[in-house]
């Protein structure tokens, strides 16, 4: 149908062309601002793909008179830099470079470090971009020297946009009429998880899947939906949107949201990442809920259990009934931070060695002047408990378990303080 790709055919060549990022790029924003005074600094571009960052790239360079020249993290060497840094003392330099180098996570230190050669004595601006976060993922004294811009996903309503617009450059270039619904043009807008490409990709495809009866296409929305099933899954599981993921996921759980939960366990289902599912759901029964809703521990278990066994699709099922029951269960994180309060205090070097009479040894040596272990043991005393010192010298009198404000550690406390303070006869109160 075409020799160039949709999606670069409609590439925007104007910031006010250009879909989303209004916090970035309205006409009272910084970077829009800088833009149009024509003073480039060195820029990182953070954001997932598909959103615009080598499209503003491209603009940039050609509204200030640089030549562009474009690397990528995955493939390019020190050589490439230097190749396009010798490019300064002939024509091409004559206004300055601009560099874009895509995917900049994927240079070592030492590529890196060539690059701050050049971007530190004003030889190239470099506009670096990347879908991970900068601040992790490269070299310091780069991030120094530049500013950092973070791209979002796009709201569906530019989305849209971009779509009908892919739909009216068809229509120009065959000559045919393409009819596609509002549903449809909605679904792909969503589908493509806030991704103009995919979208853009999405519409294309779904023309050319389409019957033609003279010149007038019916694109159905079956069509779009099976080409695009799994496109709103944006989803590297290595990547900041796999994190953003599960912390929305378990966050929504301690937040007692069943509703949400459920749409953030969609989308991990959705990619297949049954592991990540089962892990998170796992911690926040433990974490989260804890002892105000112990029970919970073993069926979430077992939920997690028959998921694995019977894999997806049918895994979704005890899985949404686990993370309501989460959801839904009265939450604590009293032992979640008595162990964190407790291994703060093993990594001080606080506690160590043990009392004598919780030693696993029956002898003591010439240097113990009282020889003998004293231990006690609970079971011969009333209601199985008889006071003792169990904490190491150094801790005695630290307390790292607080109730939670639950009903079932508030029983447990009661009895507890029961047990501590008897009756004269040894009895409980």
């Given at each position: 149908?075409?020799?160039?790709?949709?999606?670069?055919?409609?590439?925007?060549?104007?910031?006010?062309?250009?879909?989303g990022?209004?916090?970035?790029?309205?006409?009272?924003k910084p970077?829009?601002?800088?833009?149009?005074?024509g003073?480039?600094?060195?820029?990182?571009?953070?954001g997932?793909?598909?959103?615009g960052k080598?499209?503003?790239?491209?603009m940039?360079?050609?509204k200030?008179?640089?030549?562009?020249?474009?690397?990528?993290?995955t493939?390019?060497?020190t050589?490439d830099?230097?190749?396009i840094?010798?490019?300064?003392?002939?024509f091409?330099?004559v206004?300055?470079?601009?560099?874009y180098?895509?995917?900049i996570?994927?240079?070592?230190?030492?590529?890196?470090?060539?690059?701050l050669?050049?971007?530190e004595?004003?030889?190239?601006?470099?506009?670096?971009s990347?879908?991970?976060n900068?601040?992790?993922y490269?070299?310091?004294?780069?991030?120094?020297?530049?500013?950092?811009f973070?791209?979002?996903?796009?709201?569906?309503?530019?989305v849209?946009?971009a779509?009908r617009?892919?739909?009216s450059l068809?229509?120009?270039?065959?000559?045919?009429e393409?009819?596609?619904?509002?549903q449809s043009?909605?679904?792909?807008?969503?589908a493509?998880?806030?991704?103009?490409r995919?979208?853009i990709?999405?519409?294309?495809?779904s023309?050319?899947a389409?019957?033609?009866?003279?010149?007038?296409?019916?694109?159905g929305?079956?069509?779009?939906?099976?080409?695009?099933?799994?496109?709103a899954?944006?989803y590297d599981?290595?990547?900041d949107?796999?994190?953003?993921?599960?912390?929305?996921?378990?966050?929504s759980?301690?937040?007692?949201?069943p509703d949400?939960?459920?749409?953030?366990?969609?989308?991990?289902l959705?990619?297949?990442?049954?592991?990540?599912?089962?892990?998170?759901?796992?911690?926040?029964a433990?974490e989260?809920?804890?002892l105000a809703?112990?029970?919970i521990?073993?069926?979430?278990?077992a939920a997690?259990?028959?998921?694995?066994?019977v894999?997806?699709p049918?895994?979704?099922?005890?899985?949404a009934?686990?993370v309501?029951l989460?959801?839904?269960?009265?939450k604590?994180n009293?032992?979640?931070?008595?162990?964190?309060?407790?291994?703060?205090?093993v990594?001080a070097?606080?506690?160590g060695?043990?009392?004598?009479?919780?030693?696993n040894?029956h002898?003591?040596?010439d240097d113990v002047k009282q020889?003998?272990?004293?231990?006690?043991?609970?079971?011969d005393?009333?209601?199985?408990?008889?006071?003792?010192?169990?904490?190491?010298?150094?801790l005695v009198?630290?307390?790292?378990?607080?109730?939670g404000?639950n009903?079932?550690e508030?029983?447990?406390q009661?009895?507890?303080?029961?047990?501590r303070?008897?009756?004269?006869?040894g009895t409980?109160k």
């Open positions: 149908m075409m020799n160039a790709p949709l999606a670069d055919k409609l590439r925007p060549q104007t910031l006010e062309e250009m879909a990022q209004h916090h970035l790029l309205d006409a009272d970077l829009r601002k800088i833009i149009e005074s003073q480039i600094p060195n820029m990182v571009f953070y997932p793909s598909g959103v080598t499209t503003l790239a491209t940039i360079a050609r200030t008179n640089r030549t562009l020249r474009k690397l990528n993290g493939t390019a060497t050589a830099i230097r190749n840094v010798s490019e300064l003392s002939g091409s330099g206004n300055g470079i601009l560099l180098l895509d995917e996570q994927y240079f070592n230190k030492k590529q890196q470090q060539t690059l050669e050049f971007i004595d004003g030889s190239i601006t470099l506009i670096a990347t879908t991970e900068p601040y992790f490269v070299y310091s004294a780069i991030l120094s020297r530049s500013t950092v973070e791209f979002k996903s796009l709201e569906k309503n530019d849209m946009k779509v617009r892919a739909v068809l229509e120009k270039e065959t000559g045919e393409i009819a596609i619904s509002d043009v909605e679904h792909i807008a969503y493509c998880g806030g991704d103009v995919k979208a990709n999405a519409v294309e495809l023309v050319i389409s019957p033609i009866n003279g010149r007038k296409r019916e694109v929305f079956e069509t779009v939906v099976s080409l695009t099933q799994k496109s899954v944006r599981r290595e990547g949107e796999h994190y953003d993921l599960l912390s929305a996921f378990q966050k759980m301690r937040g007692s949201d949400a939960a459920v749409h953030y366990l969609a989308r991990i959705a990619a297949d990442d049954l592991p990540s599912a089962c892990r998170r759901l796992m911690v926040c433990c989260d809920v804890g809703n112990p029970q521990i073993p069926i979430v278990k997690v259990d028959a998921a694995m066994m894999g997806l049918e895994a979704r099922i005890p899985l009934d686990a309501v989460v959801a839904l269960s009265p604590s009293s032992a979640y931070l008595a162990i964190d309060q407790a291994m703060a205090d990594r070097g606080k506690g060695g043990f009392p004598r009479q919780l030693q040894k002898y003591d040596g020889k003998g272990q004293f231990y006690l043991y609970p079971h005393f009333p209601n199985h408990w008889t006071e003792q010192q169990y904490l190491p010298d150094q009198g630290t307390v790292y378990y607080q109730p404000q009903k079932t508030q029983a447990y009661a009895y507890w303080d029961k047990i303070h008897p009756k004269p006869d409980i």
